[in-house]
T-cell receptor, first 116, second 111 residues
Framework: NAGVTQTPKFQVLKTGQSMTLQCAQDMNHNSMYWYRQDPGMGLRLIYYSASEGTTDKGEVPNGYNVSRLNKREFSLRLESAAPSQTSVYFC???????????????FGPGTRLTVL | DAKTTQPPSMDCAEGRAANLPCNHSTISGNEYVYWYRQIHSQGPQYIIHGLKNNETNEMASLIITEDRKSSTLILPHATLRDTAVYYCIANPNFGNEKLTFGTGTRLTIIP
């Protein structure tokens, strides 16, 4: 049981390049989330998916797209990276209503992205 | 979601109880108080949550005032591994699944 996994762990991009951050969970959770964390700041929600086939914007969605590929996987895409998107990106998932883990978001280890 | 206010930093001696305060004076009736922590640069970790009654689990205790305008997270016997940033979040438990993280309290456990 790996929990929430993210790839890659580190990435350096040049301005204008694109990339996709991958996230997968093996806990059969319905809800998945993407957050970013800038230095010295708390986490800010980019996008979330309450269930397979649905996605919604969070606090800071501009410059990002997401895909809920299936129940396990939720990817985040930067179409044209900008230096302002330099950050640590965390993926999370949340348990299903009725299960003990419903109140808890489980976080992955993060992807550290630098845009030059 | 209601705004929460926490002190930016606190120290606590190893082995003593760490008491982390949080103000949430505008909390609404359907909002729970959640606590998460983030150790170094890892992903945040859930600690505990509550609505109006005090709660205890294997990690911590949560004391919520009767008027629900503030709460305290208690780590009963702090260890060096409890050094982390602690986030207090007010969030409805149903319908709104988005967590709003502030800047939290940086707790340092001193040997």
């Amino acid at each position: 049981n790996a929990g929430v996994t993210q790839t890659p762990k580190f990435q350096v991009l040049k301005t204008g390049q694109s990339m996709t951050l991958q996230c997968a969970q093996d806990m059969n959770h319905n809800s998945m989330y993407w957050y970013r964390q800038d230095p010295g700041m708390g986490l800010r929600l980019i996008y979330y998916s309450a269930s397979e086939g649905t996605t919604d914007k969070g606090e800071v969605p501009n410059g990002y797209n997401v895909s809920r590929l299936n129940k396990r996987e939720f990817s985040l895409r930067l179409e044209s990276a900008a230096p302002s998107q330099t950050s640590v990106y965390f993926c999370a998932s949340k348990g299903t209503l009725g299960l003990p883990s419903y109140n808890e978001q489980f976080f992955g280890p993060g992807t550290r992205l630098t845009v030059l | 979601d209601a705004k929460t206010t926490q002190p930016p930093s606190m120290d606590c001696a190893e082995g003593r109880a760490a008491n982390l305060p949080c103000n949430h004076s505008t909390i609404s009736g359907n909002e729970y108080v959640y606590w998460y922590r983030q150790i170094h640069s890892q992903g945040p970790q859930y600690i505990i949550h509550g609505l109006k009654n005090n709660e205890t689990n294997e990690m911590a205790s949560l004391i919520i005032t009767e008027d629900r305008k503030s709460s305290t997270l208690i780590l009963p016997h702090a260890t060096l591994r409890d050094t982390a940033v602690y986030y207090c979040i007010a969030n409805p438990n149903f319908g709104n699944e988005k967590l709003t993280f502030g800047t939290g309290t940086r707790l340092t456990i001193i040997p």
